[in-house]
C-alpha cells in the first residue's frame, strides 16, 4: 500500500483543525448575546407584566388622547417595552413575529435603539442584534428608521433577510414601507395613515419621535381637516416642545 506523504497529512490535519475553529467561531459568536439583552432576560415574569401594564396604560392614554382635536404625547421606558414584549406580545399578537423570531428585547439611548432577539430557523440559530436610529422625516407622519448594523456576534448578518418581512407585516396593517439610503445606510420609510388611530377620521399628524436615555417619546396633533390651516402652526411647536426635541428632522431632503 502506497504510504501517504507526511505533508498531505500535516496539511489535511491543518485543515480540518481550522474548519472546526471556524465553525467554533461562529457558533460561539451567534450564542453571545449583548449586556443589555441578557439583563433584560433576567428580569422576572412578575415585574415583566407590572411593566408591560404601564405600557398599556400609556398606549391607552395615548389611545385616548388622540380621539381629541389638539396636541398629545406618549413616553415609554425601555423597561415598560421589554415588559410588554415579554408579558403580553405573544399573548395578544400571537402572529405579529415569525416563529423563528423569539424572546426579542430593546435597548434605547440618546444616540440610537437596539433590538436583539434569538433567531431559530433550518439554517441558523443564534442572538441576531439590530441597532439603528428613529426619526420623524419632513414628509407628514413618515418616520424613518435608519438601521446602521444588524450582526450575529462579531459577524454581519444581510439585511435583505428583515426588510422583506418588515414590509409585509406593516403592510398588512396599511402602513407603507419604502426604502432609502442614509450616508450608505439602509433606511426604511414608514408612512402612518392620515387617520390612524382616529375613529372619528380626523387628521393625525406626527410632530417628532425622540430618543433619550431609556426612553422614547412621540408627539403630535389631532386635527379637524376644515381648521388644518388654522389650528397647524401652534399646535405643533407645543407637541414638540414637550418633548425637548426640534422641528421633524431634515436629514432626508
Known amino acids: ?16 483543525v481550522l474548519v472546526f475553529g471556524l465553525f467554533a467561531a461562529v457558533f460561539y459568536s451567534a450564542n453571545s448575546a449583548p449586556d443589555f439583552y ?27 388622547q388622540i380621539q381629541a382635536d389638539g396636541p398629545w404625547s406618549v413616553v415609554w421606558t425601555s423597561a415598560q417595552i421589554n415588559g410588554w414584549l415579554a408579558s403580553d406580545l405573544m399573548e395578544k399578537f400571537p402572529d405579529a413575529l415569525p416563529d423563528s423570531i423569539i424572546e426579542p428585547r430593546v435597548a434605547i439611548t440618546e444616540n440610537d435603539i437596539r433590538i436583539a432577539f434569538r433567531y431559530d430557523s433550518l439554517v441558523f440559530d443564534g442572538i441576531i442584534e439590530i441597532r439603528g ?33 418588515l414590509e409585509v407585516s406593516l403592510r398588512n396593517r396599511d402602513i407603507i414601507v419604502e426604502w432609502t439610503e442614509l450616508e450608505r445606510d439602509p433606511v426604511a420609510l414608514i408612512t402612518l395613515p392620515r387617520s390612524f388611530g382616529n375613529s372619528r377620521g380626523s387628521r393625525i399628524i406626527l410632530d417628532g419621535v425622540q430618543l ?25 411647536a407645543e407637541s414638540t416642545q414637550r418633548l425637548g426635541g426640534t422641528s421633524p428632522d431634515s436629514r432626508l431632503k
Open 1 to 16: 500500500m502506497k504510504k501517504i506523504p507526511t505533508r498531505l497529512i500535516a496539511g489535511l490535519s491543518g485543515g480540518a
Open 38 to 64: 441578557q439583563q433584560a432576560l433576567q428580569v422576572s415574569s412578575a415585574q415583566n407584566e407590572i411593566e408591560g401594564c404601564l405600557f398599556e396604560r400609556h398606549l391607552a392614554g395615548l389611545s385616548n
Open 133 to 165: 436610529d428613529v426619526f420623524a422625516t419632513e414628509i407628514e407622519n413618515q418616520i424613518a428608521l435608519r438601521i446602521n448594523t444588524v450582526h450575529s456576534g462579531f459577524f454581519p448578518v444581510p439585511i435583505s433577510w428583515w426588510a422583506e418581512r
Open 212 to 236: 433619550t436615555e431609556q426612553l422614547i417619546g412621540i408627539a403630535g396633533r389631532t386635527v379637524q381637516e376644515t381648521f388644518q390651516s388654522v389650528s397647524e402652526g401652534s399646535d405643533s
